[in-house]
């Protein structure tokens, strides 16, 4: 079955401990993101990635990394989370061959509280 | 001006009417445009895809373009009280790279 997978599914943490969600997609996908949803603000991007080793900042980057060594995994790395990072984090991915195959797909999306 | 324009909502129908949902977005080189419907605390789920100016009909669902007015919507014909959701309109920039920007969405309600 085509998806994209994340993990963990919900994470609560406190302030300051590093921590990674991993994202994984099996559609041999060029296009790689990473959004954040919080209430009235919608869908805001965070990074992205057009392949392996390319990656460029979003709208919202500051306190995150990411990295793609292989082209199936995109991994979020919060490296010293705060509480404004309390959010519901998607991960999507799509074909980037050509104008209309860039349809996104999401990943089921991590809840993640920072205390 | 917000780059994606969304009625928040919620917007309220009867079982069986049409919705009518409006979406409007400031850059002119947006090229693709999407529609998810998102589920309270769910991931979006895509709906419909346009590119060109017109119509585009899938099922229960029409999408329409008018790139002129940079204006793009989606009706929801016979509507389910399980299309109650939130919609989220996505236009897509593919010049070098590829930008989406997502509307904030508008919230559905189909009345049994």
Known sequence: EAQVTQNPRYLITVTGKKLTVTCSQNMN??????YRQDP???????????NVEVTDKGDVPE???VSRKEKRNFPLILESP????TSL???ASSSGLSREYNEQFFGPGTRLTVL | QKEVEQNSGPLSV????????NCTYSDRGSQSFFWYRQYSGKSPELIMSIYSNGDKEDGRFTAQLNKASQYVSLLIRDS?????????????TTSGTYKYIFGTGTRLKVLA
Not at chain 1, 42 to 47: D, E, F, K, M, V
Not at chain 2, 80 to 92: G, I, K, R, V
């Open chain 1, 63 to 65: 306190g995150y990394k």
């Open chain 1, 82 to 85: 705060s509480p404004n990072q």
């Open chain 1, 29 to 34: 996908h060029e296009y790689m993101s990473w």
């Open chain 1, 89 to 91: 984090y998607f991960c």
């Open chain 2, 14 to 21: 009867p079982e069986g009417a049409i919705a009518s949902l």
């Open chain 1, 40 to 50: 009235g603000l919608g869908l805001r991007q965070i990074y992205y990635s057009m």
């Open chain 2, 80 to 92: 389910q009280p399980s299309d109650s959701a939130t919609y989220l309109c996505a236009p897509c």
